[in-house]
DNA sequence: GGCCATGGTCAAGAATTTCTTATCTGTGCC
DNA sequence: GGCACAGATAAGAAATTCTTGACCATGGCC
């Protein structure tokens, strides 16, 4: 019994007199007088057996009760305030917050989300861009939209796959006049890109290289930790890219880019779009994920008349 | 306003009602009646301004909205919990928990802690074996017993400093009769440990023969990520072991371990006592260090008519 | 089919907690 | 000395939380 919690009230009115160090201050904090907040922390030391504070002539400071209990009540309180306003997210269909890789925020998204706010401006969106946020209660995060495996063992998540990808070389109309075979790219700025890197088999040049029959050239030019960077860079004319195609979508339809081969690599990683088991009905998290699947069928075009290789066919 | 926590008695129902997945679990677990529960849920989802729970025919299930909340509510109410136990072992003199590395808990601290308990019956003690042991509110530790060098940049910490340590080649009587010059250890099993590498500079066999003004043999021999595992080896004559003198102690007095050269490696980490800034004056923790101080100064017997070389000044 | 046990709900009044008002104390500062 | 400040105390008021003693729906059992 000596283990059970205090009263709730008396805990709150400490961790507010501890952090503002100020029992007046507290008191204004949580709206309610001087005196009853006196009474609060001198309740809860009676239930401690012994004082929390030291009441100097006129500022108060922690004893080492205090000090012990202090940061433990102020993580207990924050950790239950941020479970409040997750609950409080799910009844509420005016804001959505949506995070995605920064390649894909950057070349597919955020130059779209204009035609969503459009079609839905009851709808307040924000995006926040970043690979690592998954957690979506704690990153108060509404959706999430990744690029990978499924894991299959998330038992809390709703899943769906948005498009499948594939790769292959990509250059400015300029550069690609100047190939013909996949022999001529031994002799040009090949771009890396890692975040393809860790897929498993991974899809990067030596995969296509593989793929279109020919050992790849050394591995050399630059390396590039987003895709969105190396994509820039070959639209700048700095060399070859081997594009993913749902990132340089816009680019090729505008013929900034052009795909001087056929031979496309595919591979068993998708994007996927992440939400929490149930939250796929509630009404705007479900017109995102419809409005998402409308807007990337449009990219099933640029399927056609195209040579797949699976990179797992090809692995060496 | 919105984002102020709820009344925190509802809270509480919640997670009980949460955790058990049923009502009446919950308003036995609080000591309440079932009416009442029911009254405090109800309160909250109106709160919230929507269901937490889906009231089953004899069963009830979360909703969205209560998968949101829960986690972070037994997240938070844990912390609570924790931060009341820290606080409730500052007032207790009658147990006392130390933790200390599994090395000098073996062969120093267990061996003599009869005799504390004997001085004072009173205190319950406890110890924790580990070296990642810290934080003391968290792991419900009052005291850590720590090798290694003094941070100072831990402002809320009580830290003396227990013993000067000193390493020298140790073995068994009769593997030490073989030994006449350091030159000798070259063609014998060197015992090696870890714990006392990652000093800077490191305590370790290289030091030692630099100390000595030799080259120190290729490093070869079985290695212990333990220094106690390291003395047992020497104990049962597998080798030669650069020894800490707080650790072989008692082997060294009753003649089980012979220290064959004077020459003797100190180190700038100590043995230090550590506990909350405080706490040291709490009678049994006041008590417990003066018994360590008392125990430990025997030790310095064992430093006349040996020669101390810094590991330090001998670095490469 | 009827009955009972189970698990949750509701409403009214009681009990307890929590808050306010008003007054008081000690200390530093002008 | 007197004032302002920061907190303490006491008594009564207000709010909350709880219990009692109903009720309801459902599933299993005889």
New binding site residues.
Partial sequence: MADRLP????LR?FDAAARHM???AAAAE???????L??????LEEHLGQPL?R?L????ELTEAGRALAPGTADGFAALARAWRAARRVGDTTSLTVTAGPAFTAKWLAPRLFGFARAHPEVQLRLAAGLSIMDFDRDEVDVALRFGYSTGDAQDLYETCLIREWMTPMATPELAAQIGSPADLAGMTLLHQDDTQFLDPPGNWAAWFRAAGMAAPEEAGPRFSQADHALDAALGGAGVVLGRISLAQDDIRAGRLVMPFDLSLTTEAHYRFICPKGAETRPHIAAFEAWLHSELEQITDLDTGRCFVAAADIAP
């Fill in positions: 009263p709730l009230t008396a009115a100020s029992f007046a949580l709206n309610v007088t001087p005196a009853a006196s009474f609060q922390i001198k309740s504070f009441r002539t006129r500022a108060v």
